[in-house]
């Protein structure tokens, strides 16, 4: 076993002796009697080691820092984009975006898929089960959104036709209604097929244009839950 003396270990560390010290009582660092004088000597691996954590934690610090500031994701994508204080769905400004787009069209493209062959996903279409909705929901009615949302999603997508398929359309479709699924047990409202923001309007009784214009942009905006952290 290589050994140390307290400046070197303090200066692989970057650190002061007294706070070499302050390692040592907390636990952080092992010090060794030395046999040929009273001071005491440091594991070479165990400092290094110790050295490599706290610049590990340094360099996630530094992410989460990025990340808080901006939402900066961890990990890069084509998906969305975070630069020059824009944030882009694929290739797309999201502000500009929002000046037009619904909630389901911004998910066509986060998604990658037609917008022609998410719109064409419909509820009536699949089947869907209104009457089993309208006993689950008033059973549940009482709880919170997401409460409801837990126990309504799980149950309706279970009788979804084309839940297991795995051809790239079925997963579109399959999408679609979820996405309108989840909107309606979240709201506490019966699943529909107009968009997302129509329905919330309605449903929230929402009659003034620039209000419901609002209620449109916002799930845009927010389309991608990895901004959500940097918005705390």
Excluded at 79 to 106: K, M, S, V
Excluded at 190 to 212: F, K, N, S, T
Aim: charged share 25%; glycine share 6%; aromatic share 6%.
């Amino acid at each position: 076993m290589t050994s140390l003396s307290a400046p070197e270990a303090a200066g692989i560390l970057g650190v002061s002796v007294s706070t070499l010290y302050a390692y040592v009582s907390r636990g952080l660092l092992r010090s060794l009697p030395d046999g040929a004088s009273k001071r005491h000597r440091y594991d070479a691996d165990e400092v290094r080691l110790l050295a490599r954590r706290r610049a590990d934690a340094k360099r996630a610090g530094g992410v989460a820092e990025r990340s808080l500031d901006w939402g900066v994701p961890v990990l890069e994508s084509r998906i969305t984009q975070i630069a020059d204080g824009r944030l882009r769905y694929r290739g797309a400004d999201a502000i500009a975006l929002a000046n037009g787009a619904t909630l389901e069209e911004a998910a066509a493209r986060l998604w990658d898929c037609p917008p022609a062959r998410f719109a064409a996903a419909s509820l009536a279409a699949a089947g869907f089960d209104t009457a089993q909705w309208d006993d689950w929901a008033r059973r549940w009615m009482h709880l919170a959104p997401l409460e409801r949302a837990l126990l309504l999603l799980p149950a309706a997508a279970a009788s979804l036709p084309r839940l297991w398929a795995q051809e790239r359309d079925a997963r579109f479709e399959t999408a679609a209604l979820l996405l309108r699924v989840t909107a309606a047990a979240l709201a506490g409202i019966a699943p529909g097929d107009a968009p997302v923001h129509r329905q919330l309007a309605a449903a929230w009784r929402i009659r003034r244009r620039d209000e419901a214009d609002l209620l449109r942009r916002a799930p845009v905006l927010c389309a991608d839950h990895e901004l959500n952290p940097s918005t705390f």
